[in-house]
T-cell receptor, first 112, second 114 residues
Framework: ETGVTQSPTHLIKTRGQQVTLRCSSQ?????VSWYQQALGQGPQFIFQ???????GRGNFPPRFSGLQFPNYSSELNVNALELDDSALYLC???????????FGQGTRLTVV | AQTVTQSQPEMSVQEAETVTLSCTYD???????LFWYKQPPSRQMILVIR??????QNATENRFSVNFQKAAKSFSLKISDSQLGDAAMYFC???????????FGAGTILRVKS
């Protein structure tokens, strides 16, 4: 069984740039959720994708967007990066949107 | 809106002893799930234990057990025979089946002393 994998593990971007983060869901899972975790805080829900459709969104601006592919992998795109976007971005997968989710190792984004 | 509160920013325990991490939550729902996740310095969130709200019996996974008090909306984690590898940030989380998100607390840093 393949776990949740995210890429890249680290990246540094300049304010105003755009970034794409990637996530491969656990084998057999069709639901992917993205979370933002600021330093020293708990993860905050960004949005969820279920069978290629957005299935719920947290309190994040439209410059945070996502995509899910037919193989259930997913991308998180952030436009017009701001310094406050610096955080650990976590991807979690589950089956059919069930509550129990399994996380990847995260992508550490630093905006300078 | 559901909220999760972890009132202990940091806890310490001696190796081989027992420690309890606290969590309270607020919801108007009757069916939901509660989780404890462990996040070591490697950053990956690891599911430690889960509890279904409709089950009265407290969940247990080896050295980890919970005390689930539904009426009080309390969900504490007990770690027995603490090991150095237990040192990490622990998050309490609330979720609903098919509810599309988990709500996390702010976390508790657990330090294990040898």
């Amino acid at each position: 069984e393949t776990g949740v994998t995210q890429s890249p593990t680290h990246l540094i971007k300049t304010r105003g740039q755009q970034v794409t983060l990637r996530c491969s869901s656990q084998s057999g899972h069709n639901t992917v959720s993205w979370y933002q975790q600021a330093l020293g805080q708990g993860p905050q829900f960004i949005f969820q994708y279920y069978r290629e459709e957005e299935n719920g969104r947290g309190n994040f601006p439209p410059r945070f967007s996502g995509l899910q592919f037919p193989n259930y992998s997913s991308e998180l795109n952030v436009n017009a990066l701001e310094l406050d976007d610096s955080a650990l971005y976590l991807c979690a997968s589950s089956l059919d949107g069930r509550a129990e989710a399994f996380f990847g190792q995260g992508t550490r984004l630093t905006v300078v | 809106a559901q909220t999760v509160t972890q009132s202990q920013p940091e806890m310490s325990v001696q190796e081989a002893e027992t420690v309890t991490l606290s969590c309270t939550y607020d919801t108007s729902e009757s069916d939901y799930y509660l989780f404890w996740y462990k996040q070591p310095p490697s950053r990956q969130m690891i599911l430690v234990i889960r509890q279904e709200a409709y089950k009265q019996q407290n969940a247990t996974e080896n050295r980890f057990s919970v005390n689930f008090q539904k009426a009080a909306k309390s969900f504490s984690l007990k770690i027995s025979d603490s090991q150095l590898g237990d040192a990490a940030m622990y998050f309490c989380a609330y979720g609903m089946e098919y509810g599309n998100k988990l709500v996390f607390g702010a976390g508790t840093i657990l330090r294990v002393k040898s």
